[in-house]
């Protein structure tokens, strides 16, 4: 959940989080036309932080604008989505590895809270069940003690979050779920084990049946688009 704008450093701080929060919710769904004058008015803001958010979110490759400053949701690509797997198939299960090499008490704190309350993702997860998700992760990929790694692996993340929303449109089985869950316990047990190479083995098949891989299968379907369901 967005906090008060009053509690931004900028107004265009803020709209980029609105925004951003608005796109990766599905609120703003791919390809459709942002109306920054509307768009301004109902978060409370004037057109220029608005721009300034939105030539941010462009960056990122969240929204598309032209010659003319309009301004579109990016869609979703089959493509992007195969690279995002790929990627993450090789600099996850790295990360882990080294995090059950290089972990410290502090590192195990954060994930061992990280994954109280922590299930998998129901098919429309809330902010805050998304958000502590990314927290176990991030606190994986914190552990590993590698700048670069660590900050490499944070864009992708932020890259995929449509991706993940895209895969949760189909239904995941109990058992399904059951398994991404038993996953995280699995992970998280091998680093505080120190087994660098059972907690890459456990990333690199946690990733191979992630919300991102399904999205990447679904999107590379001869015929689908974003919209099937």
Request: no cysteine.
């Amino acid at each position: 959940m967005t906090q008060p704008a009053e509690l931004y450093a900028t107004k265009s701080d803020f709209a980029y989080t609105r925004v951003r929060e608005l796109i990766l919710s599905g609120e703003l769904e791919p390809g459709s036309v942002i109306n920054q004058a509307v768009l301004a008015r109902e978060i409370g803001i004037s057109t220029t932080p608005l721009r300034e958010a939105l030539r941010r979110l462009m960056q990122q490759g969240l929204v598309e604008l032209d010659a003319h400053r309009d301004a579109r949701v990016t869609q979703l690509n089959a493509e992007e989505a195969r690279d995002l797997l790929e990627v993450r198939r090789s600099l996850d299960p790295m990360a882990a590895s080294l995090a059950a090499e290089r972990r410290t008490r502090q590192d195990l704190v954060e994930m061992r809270a990280s994954l109280d309350g922590l299930d998998a993702l129901p098919s429309n997860p809330t902010m805050t069940q998304l958000l502590a998700h990314r927290r176990f992760h991030t606190a994986v990929y914190r552990a590993s003690h590698n700048a670069l790694l660590i900050e490499m692996l944070d864009g992708l993340w932020d890259q995929g979050d449509r991706y993940r929303r895209h895969g949760l449109q189909v239904e995941r089985s109990p058992e399904e779920r059951a398994m991404k869950a038993n996953e995280h316990q699995l992970l998280f047990q091998a680093i505080v084990e120190g087994d660098t190479e059972t907690a890459a083995d456990v990333m690199r098949a946690h990733i191979q049946t992630s919300l991102g891989a399904k999205s990447a299968w679904r999107l590379a379907k001869p015929g689908a688009s974003a919209d099937e369901s």
